[in-house]
């Protein structure tokens, strides 16, 4: 391997490693929701779109009210961006999850599949069907090295991400298995009659959960608004599958798993992008999911399920 090649795999590497972690606080969300209800919320996706959309109005907001500080601007845009889309994941619960928790299991997905149309049709009405373009908030990065004019860039915002979700990542983690309300998740994710007759309030528990995933995919999607400086009301769609598939990898209800499964995702697309076609990127990552499944059902991090009798 020559040193132009080299430096083109190493691009790629830092490149997919980006992607892949945004991939992975999304599938965060998936998890964590999962784990409780032993369902998928396939809104989840379209909330990490919205989260984008908001963070771009407060960015222009802050923007024509003459705040010219951007650690300030993207603290107060990611404080309301975090906040707003937490309240579309409370009414997603609220409104598509808690009144068909007893039903038959399907009517939960499908009801979770209405709310997603809605959310895009929602932000295609509202933000037109183009895509929404801003320039770069945190330009530059560090030139690692150059190969026959080649550059390998390490920019700003790629280690923000990174940094941002294994932060995320270890809180979350601390949250899920040291405090009150991790106990609560994890004795709802067991038996929620039982967890009803120690005094958890499950609605409450559940009603967290949902709002901590949407504030999650907020942040991600702030980030990937950041990155890569356009975004359209069908990113959640596109985003939220190869997130769910992340999760699915990694294993479902393993929030290590899900960070894990990201990144596989983000490296298989760029690798794919970038030896291969871009076109058949999705096909190659898909690929790789149905082939660990077969030998690994759980995913990478997953346990089996225990059927409670």
Same mark, same amino acid.
């Given at each position: 391997?020559?040193?132009?090649?080299?430096?083109?795999?190493?691009?790629?590497?830092?490149?997919? +490693?980006?992607?892949?972690?945004? !991939?992975?606080?999304?599938?965060?969300? !998936?998890?964590?929701?999962?784990?409780?209800?032993?369902?998928?919320?396939? %809104?989840?996706?379209?909330?990490?779109?919205?989260?984008?959309?908001?963070?771009?109005?407060?960015?222009?907001?802050?923007?024509?009210?003459?705040?010219?500080? +951007?650690?300030?601007?993207?603290?107060?845009?990611?404080?309301?961006?975090?906040?707003?889309?937490?309240?579309?994941?409370?009414?997603?619960?609220? +409104?598509?999850?808690?009144?068909?928790?007893?039903?038959?299991?399907?009517?939960?997905?499908?009801?979770?599949?209405?709310?997603?149309? /809605?959310?895009?049709?929602?932000?295609? *009405?509202?933000?037109?069907?183009? $895509?929404?373009?801003?320039?770069?908030?945190?330009?530059?990065?560090?030139?690692?090295?150059?190969? =026959?004019?080649? *550059?390998?860039?390490?920019?700003?915002?790629?280690?923000?991400?990174?940094?941002?979700?294994?932060?995320?990542? @270890? *809180?979350?983690?601390?949250?899920?298995?040291?405090?009150?309300?991790?106990?609560?998740?994890?004795?709802?994710?067991? $038996?929620?009659?039982?967890?009803?007759?120690?005094?958890? =309030? *499950?609605?409450?528990?559940? @009603?967290?959960?949902?709002?901590?995933?949407?504030?999650?995919? @907020?942040?991600?999607?702030?980030?990937?608004?950041?990155? !890569?400086?356009?975004?359209?009301?069908?990113?959640?769609?596109?985003?939220?599958?190869? %997130?769910?598939?992340?999760? +699915?990898?990694?294993?479902?209800?393993?929030?290590?798993?899900?960070?894990?499964?990201?990144?596989?995702?983000?490296?298989?697309? /760029?690798?794919?992008?970038?030896?291969?076609?871009?076109? !058949?990127? $999705?096909?190659? /990552?898909?690929?790789?999911?149905?082939?660990?499944?077969?030998?690994?059902?759980?995913?990478?991090?997953?346990?089996?399920?225990?059927?409670?009798?």
């Amino acid at each position: 391997m020559n040193g132009a090649t080299l430096a083109y795999a190493l691009q790629q590497l830092i490149n997919g +490693v980006t992607l892949g972690m945004i !991939y992975g606080l999304i599938a965060v969300g !998936y998890t964590m929701v999962y784990g409780i209800i032993g369902m998928i919320n396939f %809104a989840h996706g379209d909330v990490f779109m919205i989260g984008a959309f908001l963070s771009l109005i407060a960015l222009t907001a802050l923007s024509a009210l003459g705040i010219t500080s +951007v650690p300030l601007a993207l603290a107060i845009t990611l404080i309301l961006a975090a906040a707003i889309s937490a309240l579309y994941g409370w009414t997603i619960e609220r +409104v598509a999850y808690r009144p068909l928790r007893g039903s038959f299991r399907l009517a939960p997905l499908i009801s979770a599949i209405g709310m997603s149309i /809605a959310l895009q049709n929602f932000a295609q *009405v509202a933000q037109g069907a183009r $895509d929404k373009n801003i320039p770069d908030v945190i330009p530059g990065g560090l030139e690692l090295f150059e190969q =026959n004019g080649f *550059v390998v860039l390490l920019s700003w915002m790629q280690i923000v991400i990174v940094i941002v979700t294994l932060v995320l990542l @270890a *809180v979350f983690t601390w949250l899920v298995t040291r405090t009150s309300l991790g106990r609560a998740m994890r004795a709802c994710e067991q $038996d929620m009659k039982m967890a009803t007759l120690l005094g958890i =309030n *499950v609605d409450r528990t559940i @009603a967290i959960t949902f709002v901590i995933g949407a504030a999650l995919a @907020a942040v991600a999607g702030m980030m990937f608004l950041l990155r !890569y400086g356009s975004i359209n009301f069908f990113i959640g769609f596109s985003a939220g599958v190869k %997130a769910f598939t992340a999760a +699915v990898l990694g294993g479902v209800g393993s929030l290590p798993g899900a960070v894990i499964g990201g990144l596989a995702i983000g490296l298989i697309e /760029a690798f794919w992008s970038g030896y291969a076609s871009a076109q !058949y990127k $999705d096909v190659a /990552a898909f690929s790789v999911l149905i082939v660990v499944l077969i030998f690994m059902p759980t995913g990478l991090l997953g346990r089996a399920d225990v059927e409670k009798v």
